[in-house]
Nanobody, 121 residues
């Protein structure tokens, strides 16, 4: 199982970015919750937003009203639309997914490689 994140980059304050993360692998049976985390320099990794397989969502207070998480179950892909970006949103963003493989009776968590978001003028 691999998670491939993309969409990061340099954006000015007030701008927008859309992150994508696709899970791939022939052993994937199902995916439960998916989410985005971020880690700024010198800080711990923190949850930004998560989405359950049924579509219910949860956001960090810092993301509410500005970020929107969504998913395409047919493509095993999770998205993070980020609007009104602030310099304090600068971080490496990681996607995460709880994946059940065909040979397993339980879910395991997988991480993407991270994509850098820099908000600066």
């Amino acid at each position: 199982v691999q998670l491939q994140a993309s969409g990061g980059g340099l954006v000015q304050p007030g701008g927008s970015l859309r992150l994508s993360c696709a899970a791939s692998g022939s052993s994937i049976f199902s995916i439960n919750d998916m989410g985005w985390y971020r880690q700024a320099p010198g800080k711990q990794r923190e949850l930004v937003a998560s989405i359950a397989s049924g579509g219910s969502t949860d956001y960090a207070d810092s993301a509410k009203g500005r970020f929107t998480i969504s998913r395409d179950n047919g493509k095993n892909t999770v998205y993070l639309q980020m609007n009104s970006l602030k310099p304090e949103d600068t971080a490496v963003y990681y996607c995460n997914a709880a994946v059940r493989e065909y040979f397993s009776g339980s879910y395991s968590r997988y991480w993407g490689q991270g994509t850098l978001v820099t908000v600066s003028s």
